[in-house]
């Protein structure tokens, strides 16, 4: 059995179907990466997980339980977050908490850890992800890469069965991209099961398991790097790789 089951996803805005029937399956330490031209549905697809949008129709079975995301009932809303914990492109992080606080606050709110155990958890997260040097730094006193960093500690800190994260270095200036990447690739290594939207192409071939390429509202692809990258047969995917300069001439592959 699969860890996460997304069965039947829809969403619109308007007359516009975002999401149309979106089926997917992630395994325990997967990452899954989603890719795909802007405008195509891939962080609505994020945001509906975590209930951010309410989708139309649509279910997410975790570790064998269903949840209906087009539930209005805060008990099953606050239960599903808390299987699944969101990284922003805007790091969201409290402006008036510390680094060390900011992590701390999810355990201690939402978990209801004593605030001792949960300092230590957000001790032990924050020197994972190469921040202990700022503990009591807040956000204004800290570099984009350096708040996204500090998100993802508090989203890991929460031991999440699924970590979503959203173009987690679209906000970040290129030089500071590097140090968050790296920070994602250890948090895989760790076994955390991860959905990701990005636009880090090189990035996608070297960390995720598999990746799905969304086009319209639908998954057209879903393989691994290598089937994706070095040897794609979807003709959309061809030509949105070759336009990303991820592919030297489509006239190298046979639809």
Same mark, same amino acid.
């Given at each position: ?11 619109? +805005? ?23 031209? $802007? ?8 945001? $509906?997980? /975590?209930?951010? !949008?309410?989708?139309?129709? #649509?279910?997410?079975?975790?570790? #064998?339980? =269903?949840?209906?995301?087009?539930? &209005?009932?805060?008990? !099953? ?10 990284? +922003? ?15 701390? !606050? ?54 999440? /069965? ?27 290594? =760790? #076994? ?17 398991? &598999? ?15 290598? !089937? ?11 030509? +949105? ?15």
């Amino acid at each position: 059995m699969s860890l996460i089951e997304i069965k039947g996803l829809k969403k619109r +805005f308007g007359t516009n179907v975002v999401l149309d029937g979106v089926d997917l399956n992630i395994n325990k330490g997967e990452v899954v990466a989603i890719i795909g031209p $802007s405008g195509t549905g891939k962080s609505t697809l994020l945001r $509906s997980l /975590n209930l951010l !949008e309410k989708p139309e129709a #649509g279910t997410i079975s975790v570790e #064998g339980k =269903e949840y209906n995301l087009t539930s &209005r009932s805060s008990k !099953e809303k606050l239960e599903l977050r808390q299987h699944t914990e969101m990284v +922003f492109q805007q790091f969201n992080l409290f402006k008036n908490k510390t680094a060390l606080e900011n992590v701390m !606050e999810g355990l201690t709110v939402v978990k209801k850890i004593p605030k001792e155990q949960a300092k230590q958890i957000a001790l032990e997260e924050l020197e994972k992800v190469g921040m202990s040097d700022r503990l009591n730094y807040y956000p204004k006193h800290l570099s984009g890469g350096q708040q996204q960093r500090v998100a993802i500690a508090r989203a890991l800190a929460l031991k999440p /069965n699924l970590l979503l994260m959203d173009e987690p270095t679209s906000a970040l200036d290129p030089e500071l991209v590097g140090e968050v990447l790296l920070t994602i690739k250890r948090a895989a290594k =760790e #076994g955390n099961t991860i959905l990701l939207v990005t636009h880090e192409m090189d990035f996608v071939r070297n960390v995720a398991n &598999r990746i799905i390429f969304l086009e319209k509202g639908k998954i057209v692809a879903d393989g691994t790097p290598h !089937e994706i990258f070095d040897n794609p047969t979807n003709e959309r995917l061809i030509t +949105f790789l070759k336009n990303i300069n991820m592919l030297r001439t489509a006239d190298d592959y046979v639809i």
